[in-house]
């Protein structure tokens, strides 16, 4: 005796099989992930040829062919970064010319954006484009009278000469200028009313909800500022007030490079910075997607 199935039980079949099937195939990661993995992985190569290159000796990086893993593990290149009496002075002063720049940048920028967001003034829209144009003025036309500038001011050589430059960039007062229109102005009226003053509402009610902006310029303004080299090269003279990236040139010479030292060096200056953006990634790409919804 064989049993029958109706027209209803085949259809409910043949509906739940697809969708079991795909339950089965379906993947623990995104199909986007199969592609951006190898990008990624090729963007770490020079990363992770900096890390190997800094536990070579300089025999092994100085041969040809060169070697693509090192024999042993020889840390005679950080043993000369570290042992360096100037290093640590020069990791002092990259550390206090980024966290004035980054501090000044979130606070000028704040409130320059939120002035060009929110209060409308005669030649406001004219005032916002001559600022933006600056952005697209290369520096090598604007160091000369910036060097001009800070000679008369009695800063070359100087860590002033590389923090007022920087207190604050046309980019951060845009960037967070765009943020700040899209905030919804019913939270601020709503404040208004109550009697807060517009500093009041900027400190206590539009930075909170601008904290993802604000990782942004701080991430932004840190990065450009502790990786800057041309202009410290030309307003800094003694060693003393060096930066990290113009005091690892000291380690090339004309006739010797000690490349483990360059290498070792580098990794510890490019440290900061993947920790710096690994703790902010989330809020910069929230402020990316978020800035552009209002022009």
Known sequence: MTATTTAPETAARRTTRPAAIRRRLRLPFSGWHALLAPLALLFAVPLIWLLVSSVMSNAE??????????????????RYVLGNAMFPRWLLNSAIVSAVAVTSNLVFGALGGYAFARMRFRGSRTLLVLMLATMAVPFQLTMIPTFLVMKKLGLIDTLGALIVPSLVTPFAVFLLRQFFLSLPRELEEAAWIDGCSRLRVLCSIVLPLARPALATVAVLTFLTTWNDLTWPLIAINHDTQYTLQLGL??????????????????????????VAFLFAQKAFIRSVTSSGLKG
């Open 249 to 274: 040139t000291t380690f090339q010479g004309q006739h010797h490079t000690r490349w483990s030292a360059v290498m070792a060096g580098n990794v510890l200056t490019v440290l900061p910075v993947l």
């Open 61 to 78: 990086i100085n041969r040809f062919p060169p070697a693509l893993w090192p024999s042993g593990i020889d840390l005679g290149g950080y």
